[in-house]
């Protein structure tokens, strides 16, 4: 991997880690088609825990305050909001520790799968359109499903933002909340998931055959888009201006079947 190709997809993968168009399926896309070959899944970690950080960055004050009222020791509206949280990873974990071999594997799976999820992500999106007139306020069995959402979105093509965001709304919540709540339930299983690699090892340019360069270029890269994509969706959540999403993933899924059925 370049440090060209390794900014390409940096980029790629900051800015579509929050817009609802699956990070992974375009990462797999993009290696396709520039024909990227890496062991394991390194350069993804690396990435991811970038975009991980512009999470962190784009809601200081609001994790700040989070963290702040479970030192309190009384139950709060965000101490509620914590553990809600904490119950949306149940699902992830699960996946993680159980199926982390049978996932990775899946990743190597072409670009078939990649356009059957991104052609599922486009109809999720359409279907959050519609929705109950009145927002109902956010509950345990809530997080959970959304959940259990984003444990699915671990599939390549299927986005996890758009995934999570789209049954936050089906279930009737208030946009502002899903959007905040769909990429703050991200951030321990992301990190947890770099710290684990991270004490495997396997991130030297040999074992992984990407270059210290690379890496450093994808992860800056994916900072910083990330941090202007997920500021940006925020405000797109809120307006209801989600169409055009569904469009581009329905128009890229079909592009990946046709491309590896014919080419």
Known sequence: MTWFEALFLGILQGVAEFLPISSSGHIVIGKELLGIETYGVTFEVVVHTAT?????????????????????????????????????????????????KQVETIFGSGLILVGIMLLLTAVLLL?????????????????????L????????????SGATISTGLMLGKDRSTVAKFSFLMVL???LGEAFLDLTKGGFTP??????????????????????????????????????????????VGCFCLLYSLFL
């Open 52 to 100: 991980a950080l512009s999470i962190i960055t784009v809601f200081w004050r609001e994790i700040w305050k989070l963290l702040s009222a479970c030192f309190k020791f009384r139950y709060s509206e965000e101490v509620r909001f914590m553990l809600m949280l904490l119950v949306s990873m149940v699902p992830v974990f699960v996946v993680g520790i159980f199926f982390k």
């Open 127 to 147: 279907l959050s359109q519609w929705k109950p007139a009145k927002s109902s306020p956010l509950r345990y069995w809530d997080a959970l499903i959304i959940g």
């Open 149 to 160: 959402s984003q444990a699915i979105a671990v599939l390549p093509g299927l986005s996890r």
């Open 188 to 190: 321990i299983p992301i």
């Open 206 to 251: 040999q074992q992984s055959g990407v270059s210290v360069l690379s890496l450093t270029i994808g992860f800056i890269a994916a900072y910083l888009t990330g941090f202007a994509a997920c500021s940006w969706m925020m405000t797109l959540v809120k307006q209801a201006k989600l169409w055009g999403f569904a469009l581009y993933c329905a128009v």
